[in-house]
């Protein structure tokens, strides 16, 4: 494996200093590395589309390019900026991309993520954009090479970095450091949302560990509930919700999360406008991309009682502790009207082995059935 502070360092080394995405399972060593580092601008965004337009400002203001990180499904929220402002056919600002490729070629992975891996190139191939391969045999003065060929040309360029490629041991202790110690776990939350659920409810879940929990806890305790889980496209599990909810006589609850609430933030504004009374949407948040390396949200700025009034939400709710979830999430699905929970969780790393939804053709098919 490649060590993640000899791949900083040939940054470094090549005038490359700032670094601006989204937290990404393959790159989660690098980018926890880069916030243990002081010597680098590292900004997390909430998309991979600001992260690509907060890079461009970098380079107006500076002369200098930016390194852009995100994962290959990511790649979509930053077409708009790359094509329409930074491609070489309009303003032609460099740009060095940090893709981390899950769905890679021959190796395993998840029925969304093999779907994107296999266009991966393609895409980069379409936008004219040179790239190469990082893998754990590849040698480090790749990087240099596209650096300078970014530099000389004023081009966007590209690393896809496989699975398992980036390594760093000794990060391990500092993140968890980090973590909380709420009352509450996501684990124990959603033990007692399934057991107030019933045939006037259906379940959209967010990607990432809170669909895996769910799905874990339905398996567990044998129940006969068929929630729609966001394997994919995060930041859009609400506003799936609102989709449905237009056409449905049932109460939808919506279970997301913190980094995928923040993804598409404008979408709040239009599910309280348009959102009918029976739409739930309950906030799981630990601050934290904990599914892929437990980095900061920024949500800790947010004031999430104001924002839900200030939309247009009719009540916001909030829980912290296990023992008034049970009085609180019955409170919260009585009202009559489109709802805001907040839950303030902890972040739980023993989780990290959680069991997936396999057959995703019939979980569509089961949440389909009244």
Same mark, same amino acid.
């Given at each position: 494996?490649?060590?993640?502070?000899k791949?900083?360092?040939?940054?470094?080394?090549?005038?490359?200093?700032?670094?601006?995405?989204?937290?990404?399972?393959?790159?989660?060593?690098f980018?926890?590395?880069?916030?243990s580092?002081?010597?680098?601008?590292?900004?997390?965004?909430?998309?991979?589309g600001?992260?690509?337009?907060?890079?461009?400002?970098?380079y107006?203001?500076?002369?200098?390019?930016?390194?852009i990180?995100?994962?290959?499904?990511?790649?979509?929220?930053?077409?708009?900026?790359?094509?329409s402002?930074?491609?070489?056919?309009v303003?032609?600002?460099?740009?060095?991309?940090?893709?981390?490729?899950?769905?890679?070629?021959?190796l395993?992975?998840?029925?969304?993520?093999?779907?994107?891996?296999?266009?991966?190139?393609?895409?980069?191939?379409?936008c004219?954009?040179?790239y190469?391969?990082?893998?754990?045999?590849i040698?480090?003065?790749?990087?240099?090479?596209?650096?300078?060929?970014?530099?000389?040309?004023?081009?966007?360029?590209?690393?896809?970095?496989?699975?398992?490629?980036l390594?760093?041991?000794?990060?391990?202790?500092?993140?968890?450091?980090?973590?909380?110690?709420?009352?509450?776990?996501?684990?124990?939350?959603?033990?007692?949302?399934?057991?107030?659920?019933?045939?006037k409810?259906?379940?959209i879940?967010?990607?990432?560990? +809170?669909s895996?929990? %769910?799905?874990?806890?339905?398996?567990?305790?044998?129940?006969?509930?068929?929630?729609?889980?966001?394997v994919?496209?995060?930041?859009?599990?609400?506003?799936?919700?609102?989709?449905?909810?237009?056409k449905?006589?049932?109460? +939808?609850?919506? %279970?997301?999360?913190?980094?995928?609430?923040?993804?598409h933030?404008?979408?709040?504004?239009?599910?309280?406008k348009?959102?009918?009374?029976?739409?739930?949407?309950i906030?799981l948040?630990?601050?934290?991309?904990?599914s892929?390396?437990?980095?900061?949200?920024?949500?800790?700025?947010?004031?999430?009682?104001?924002?839900?009034?200030s939309?247009?939400?009719?009540?916001?709710?909030?829980?912290s502790?296990?023992?008034?979830?049970?009085r609180?999430?019955?409170?919260?699905l009585?009202?009559?009207?489109?709802?805001? %929970?907040?839950?303030?969780?902890?972040?739980?790393?023993?989780?990290?082995? %959680?069991?997936?939804?396999?057959?995703?053709?019939?979980?569509?098919?089961?949440?389909?059935?009244?």
């Amino acid at each position: 494996m490649i060590d993640v502070k000899k791949l900083i360092e040939i940054f470094k080394d090549n005038g490359i200093n700032y670094f601006a995405g989204v937290p990404d399972s393959v790159l989660k060593n690098f980018t926890n590395c880069l916030d243990s580092e002081k010597k680098f601008q590292h900004l997390i965004l909430t998309n991979e589309g600001s992260a690509v337009s907060a890079g461009i400002g970098y380079y107006l203001s500076t002369k200098k390019i930016p390194a852009i990180y995100m994962q290959n499904s990511g790649i979509g929220n930053s077409i708009n900026p790359i094509i329409s402002i930074a491609h070489n056919k309009v303003y032609k600002i460099p740009l060095f991309l940090i893709i981390g490729w899950r769905g890679a070629p021959k190796l395993k992975d998840e029925p969304q993520h093999l779907a994107q891996g296999k266009i991966t190139r393609q895409i980069l191939n379409l936008c004219g954009i040179k790239y190469s391969i990082l893998d754990k045999n590849i040698d480090l003065k790749e990087i240099k090479k596209l650096i300078n060929y970014s530099k000389r040309n004023k081009e966007i360029v590209a690393v896809l970095i496989k699975k398992n490629t980036l390594n760093n041991k000794s990060l391990k202790k500092k993140i968890e450091k980090k973590i909380s110690k709420k009352s509450l776990t996501r684990s124990a939350f959603i033990e007692i949302l399934i057991k107030c659920v019933n045939k006037k409810h259906k379940l959209i879940s967010s990607t990432g560990y +809170i669909s895996r929990e %769910l799905y874990n806890k339905i398996k567990i305790n044998n129940l006969k509930i068929n929630p729609f889980y966001m394997v994919g496209g995060m930041g859009h599990s609400s506003i799936v919700s609102l989709g449905y909810s237009l056409k449905s006589k049932k109460k +939808i609850i919506c %279970l997301d999360g913190d980094g995928s609430f923040l993804m598409h933030l404008g979408s709040s504004v239009t599910i309280a406008k348009y959102s009918k009374n029976n739409f739930k949407y309950i906030l799981l948040n630990n601050k934290s991309h904990e599914s892929v390396g437990g980095q900061s949200t920024n949500i800790e700025h947010v004031n999430l009682k104001f924002f839900a009034k200030s939309v247009g939400y009719k009540k916001y709710f909030y829980l912290s502790q296990k023992n008034k979830a049970l009085r609180t999430i019955k409170s919260f699905l009585s009202y009559n009207g489109p709802s805001f %929970l907040e839950v303030d969780i902890k972040v739980n790393k023993k989780e990290n082995d %959680l069991p997936r939804p396999k057959n995703l053709i019939e979980v569509k098919d089961n949440f389909l059935k009244k």
